[in-house]
């Protein structure tokens, strides 16, 4: 459990803090108007759902890990 | 001790924020049905001039702030087109004010979806601002003296039924 | 200020009243319509020095999906999906001693041939910021059935620039492995797996959004695979693994907009632990350039690296004390780098999305662990070819 140990041990606190701190100076308040470019399908968090769910699929049949954002679909025997 | 104050006050900012984020909270709003809207001076996106609110005094109009890149306005823009081309611009104007960044993008954008109203361009969003855009789109009803009627935030296809209903209104008084 | 008139006055009225138009409708319904998915998957064979016996062609695999999504009113939405797989090939069976060149791979002598069937209906409601799915799905192969359900949830904050959501999952598991009095299989088993997540995206910046989420996942029943084998002292004896998993998945996904070139880099990672001992780390990078008026152009880079399981070893010279033995690839120390170049071409009606992909493991590629030799690490292409039609 090495990376939920370290989000606790004392010499990663200041990582945490500062991480946070970055992500906060990097918040700044965005207008309606002003989302044109957060709105581009380049900038979209999945732009192809259905091609996500086959990499997913593939990916997860030949390594040991399986999941990501969301919950999961259905098994499959997977030789 | 500086530490743990700065993660106490860290924290509590944390907190505010995401507590701002999720509470739903009152609009104070300035461009609020009853007052006459706020004037704007914008180019039109022919290039052949300039248009104010003042300009449309004694028509009933339709003000539609829209972007490119907003997914309802795709359905919008054609429903104004044949609103307008029904209604007719002897006492009704729709204006329409472009909030893309670049000229282009709406020009590309109404290559698709041609309209015969008027388009206003203001790519830093200035008149948005004014007008405290809460949503892509938003539209207002303005009556024959400029002032605000009614606020539409957002669109969905079916809410054109209603806008007709309230250009209607107006225009018969 | 001019007096308004009492028709005006009741329009205002009523406009307070009228539900949907008041508030905040940011939340767009999905885009209706059909989308077609052909994925041809093709693992390169064994090479022939790492290769014991039994045949060195390994999977094929060609798929199809096809995915229907229609709004049934202003706030529900419908979305069916059917897939179907034809698997072919040999799968490796297990891993055995050769003095000179060390492990070799012994493969399945006989090619499989394999078919999977999906379906998957989700119905999803929006509302007052909220999205609500529920979905309930079924797989069927010859050896193996699943029936699972899930639900997911989002909330949108007033301002539309964060989401929360969370999601719950289950699936039931049954395996009927094929030959099992042949080969002394399992004859039936089963499993299930309930997962619960949950996610945070924040608009950062104008050109910038984070997402960040967890998942715990818990599989307990049945967890070896009835068709491998592990060769243990001076015998072959069947895949062994503990009957439950938990697994904690730490999934964080950065979108950044560049202004020049008006592209966007992603950055997604994804670090994995469990009580197998397994700890990975995916990291995915994708630029995707706008090309031309409807062209977008996507080269993309991934790399994986994983930690074995306590339980692996290619080989066990002795009988491990707790029973647990597995020589399945996919459980060892090893990283994996995979090129891939999308293509998408959007149109008013229609989009066009083509993929290819190479995908090479290696023990080398691994970050951290100590790799043991895995013959049958895999190297695979991958070719996708989706279509969408708006309706």
């Known amino acids: 459990m090495t990376s939920i140990h370290c989000s606790i041990s004392k010499p990663c606190r200041p990582l945490v803090v500062l991480l946070l701190a970055a992500l906060l100076a990097a918040c700044a308040p965005v207008q309606p108007w002003e989302r044109g470019r957060l709105a581009q399908p380049v900038m979209a968090l999945d732009g192809n759902p259905m091609l996500s769910a086959m990499d997913e699929h593939v990916y997860s049949s030949k390594e040991a890990s399986s999941g990501g954002v969301g919950p999961a679909g259905g098994g499959c025997g997977c030789n | 001790m500086f530490k743990q104050h700065l993660r106490r006050k860290l924290k509590r900012s944390v907190c505010a924020i995401l507590l701002a984020a999720f509470l739903p909270h009152a609009h104070v709003h300035a461009a609020e049905s009853g007052s006459a809207g706020s004037d704007f001076r914008l180019p039109t996106l022919g290039g052949d001039g300039e248009l104010t609110l003042q300009d449309l005094r004694g028509k009933v109009v339709y003000l539609d702030f829209w972007a490119s890149w907003c997914g309802p306005c795709r359905k919008s823009l054609p429903l104004y087109e044949s609103l307008y081309q029904e209604i007719g611009s002897q006492q009704f104007a729709i204006v329409a004010i472009n909030l893309d960044e670049t000229r282009e993008d709406a020009v590309r954008f109404l290559k698709q979806h041609p309209v015969s109203y008027t388009i206003l361009l203001d790519p830093v969003g200035s008149t948005a601002a004014d007008w405290q855009i809460r949503v892509m789109p938003t539209s207002f009803l303005l009556d024959r003296s400029g002032m605000i009627v009614r606020e539409y935030a957002g669109f969905e296809p079916a809410h054109i039924e209603d806008i007709r209903h309230d250009i209607d209104t107006l225009l018969d008084q | ?391």
């Open chain 3, 1 to 391: 200020m001019k007096k308004l008139s009492s028709t005006v006055r009741s329009l205002i009225a009523s406009s307070l009243g009228l539900p949907g138009m008041q508030e905040l409708l940011a939340q767009e319904p999905p885009d209706e319509g059909i989308s077609y998915l052909f994925n041809y998957y093709d693992e390169e064979p064994l090479p022939a020095d790492k290769l014991a016996f039994g045949s060195p062609e390994r999977y094929t695999i060609y798929s199809q999906q096809l995915r229907w999504v229609k709004n049934l009113d202003e706030s529900y939405s419908l979305t069916v999906e059917l897939l179907h797989e034809g698997m072919s090939g040999s799968s490796p069976w297990y891993v055995m001693p050769d003095p000179v060149a060390g492990p070799l791979q012994v493969m399945s002598g006989a090619t499989i041939r394999e078919n999977r069937n999906q379906a998957d209906v989700a119905l999803s409601r929006r509302g007052n910021g909220f999205t609500h799915t529920a979905a309930l799905g079924y797989s069927t192969e010859d050896d193996y059935r699943a029936v699972y359900g899930r639900y997911s949830g989002e909330k949108e904050s007033a301002d539309g620039l964060s989401t929360i959501a969370w999601g719950l999952s289950y699936s039931d598991d049954d395996l009927e492995p094929t030959d099992a009095a042949l080969f002394g299989r399992v004859e039936s088993a089963t499993r299930d797996s309930f997962s619960v997540s949950t996610s945070f995206t924040q608009v950062l910046n104008r050109n910038a959004l984070l997402q960040t989420g967890v998942t715990l996942t818990s599989q307990s029943g049945y967890l070896s695979d009835p068709y491998k084998l592990v060769w243990v002292g001076e015998t072959v004896l069947s895949d062994s693994r503990p009957d439950r998993r938990v697994m904690w998945t730490w999934t964080t996904r950065f979108r950044q907009y560049m202004e020049r070139s008006k592209a966007a880099l992603h950055i997604d990672y994804r670090y994995l632990t469990d009580d197998w001992s397994v700890r990975t780390s995916t990291l995915d990078l994708a630029w995707h350039q706008p090309a031309g008026e409807n062209w977008e152009i996507t080269p993309a880079l991934r790399y994986y690296t994983q930690t074995a399981a306590d339980f692996y070893g290619p080989i066990f010279s002795t009988t491990p004390g707790d029973g647990y033995w597995s020589s399945d690839f996919r459980l060892a120390t090893y990283g994996a780098l995979s090129y891939r170049l999308d293509g998408v071409m959007r149109k008013e009606k229609w989009s066009l999305s083509l993929a290819a992909e190479y995908y090479n493991s290696a023990r080398h590629l691994a970050l951290s662990g100590t790799p043991q030799d895995t013959p049958a690490l895999v190297d695979f292409w991958r070719f996708t070819a989706s279509c969408t039609v708006n309706l």
